[in-house]
């Protein structure tokens, strides 16, 4: 009985990776109900992205890019949000999220620093797959094209509230499930 609780408490890192991806790919379908009520402010604070960056920093690029990309399709299937194509934009968009920040924590390091410049890393490059992802959409199903402005606006200007929010809760997250030895090592 004492090895069996042992055992669960203790479980090896793939499984602690594996339990944490689903938690996080659950976190991705109910967060934005906390926002969803005022479709403005949920595009403002991005909630879908927070778990896909957690799960990156913490499980790494293969578990990370694969929540990501599967978290807007999902959640499309279920409650139809997002709408298409936004959902199949975002799908790239969250798995290069989740794939970049796994990529650069195991570069830059664990430390606070690293941390911070893995997370920041992870944003831009995410944002810039979103950008080339909508350009080829824009060009190729809606005949309009996807403008500089377009980009910018969309990736950094009415995405500066959920920028400084990501960047204020989730190396604390990170660094407080690592001390507590619930998330793996990624």
């Known amino acids: 009985m004492v090895f069996l609780i042992q055992e669960v408490f203790y479980m090896n890192e793939q499984t602690k990776k594996l339990t944490f991806s ?17 479709p403005q402010i949920g595009n403002m604070l991005s909630p ?12 790494g690029a293969p578990y990370g ?7 807007p399709l999902l959640r499309h299937l279920i409650f139809g949000m997002p709408a298409m194509p936004s959902c199949l934009i975002m ?14 924590v ?4 664990r430390s606070a620093s690293g941390l911070y410049l893995s997370l920041i890393g992870a944003m831009l490059f995410g944002r810039l797959v979103w950008g080339a992802v909508s350009f080829v959409f824009y060009a190729a199903f809606m005949q309009t094209p996807f403008t500089m ?21 989730i190396p604390p997250i990170v660094m407080a499930l ?3 030895h619930i998330a793996a090592a990624a």
């Open 106 to 109: 195991n570069r830059l390091g």
């Open 22 to 38: 689903g938690i996080c790919l659950a976190l991705c379908l109910m967060l934005p109900f906390l926002t969803g009520q005022i």
């Open 149 to 169: 402005q377009m980009f910018l606006a969309g990736a950094f200007i009415n995405a500066l509230p959920a920028i400084v929010l990501h960047i204020a809760i």
């Open 91 to 104: 799908a790239f968009e969250m798995a290069a999220y989740g794939l970049a920040a796994g990529v650069l």
């Open 178 to 180: 690592r001390r507590s």
């Open 65 to 71: 890019a694969a929540v990501g990309f599967i978290a």
């Open 48 to 59: 879908m992205h927070i778990p896909v960056l957690l799960c990156g920093l913490l499980c």
